[in-house]
């Protein structure tokens, strides 16, 4: 682990991991965020955004933010302002895309937004 703004967090090692694989695959990364339906994402987004701005963590998402450059990279944002904002939501990143989806529909906030949100990372790491 290096040493990151959001290095202290219980998520570090896996926002280091999506920040890697968007380098590593940006197509993919594209690909995976069109799948979102954009009203569902709005609402998550929002979520996570307050809840990293009110619990201290806004550097770190601040600094994930400008670790990432293009439009994969704002995909990549997403799923970074997740495992910032929610520490629970890295047991959501071994669900397949459809898992997620079935969490988007039924699942109560603030579980239905970070499915909402990881499920891009869902279908580049699954590929569906």
């Known amino acids: 682990m290096t040493n ?43 979520m996570s955004w307050n809840l990293a701005s009110h619990s201290g963590r806004q550097e770190a998402r601040d600094a994930a933010r400008d670790a990432t450059v293009g439009f994969s990279g704002v995909c990549a944002r997403d799923v970074v302002g997740t495992l910032i904002a929610w520490d629970s939501s ?26 909402a949100l990881l499920l891009p990372y869902a279908i580049v790491r699954f590929g569906t």
Not at 90 to 102: E, H, I, S
């Open 90 to 115: 890295a047991d959501l990143l071994d669900c397949t895309p459809d898992v997620l989806r079935a969490m988007i529909d039924l699942a109560e906030p603030p579980v239905c937004h970070q499915a």
């Open 4 to 46: 990151t703004p959001w290095a202290h967090l219980p998520n570090a090692r896996h926002i280091d991991a999506v920040l890697a694989d968007v380098q590593k695959r940006p197509e993919a990364w594209v690909l995976g965020f069109a799948t979102v339906p954009i009203a569902v994402w709005d609402r998550a987004w929002q």
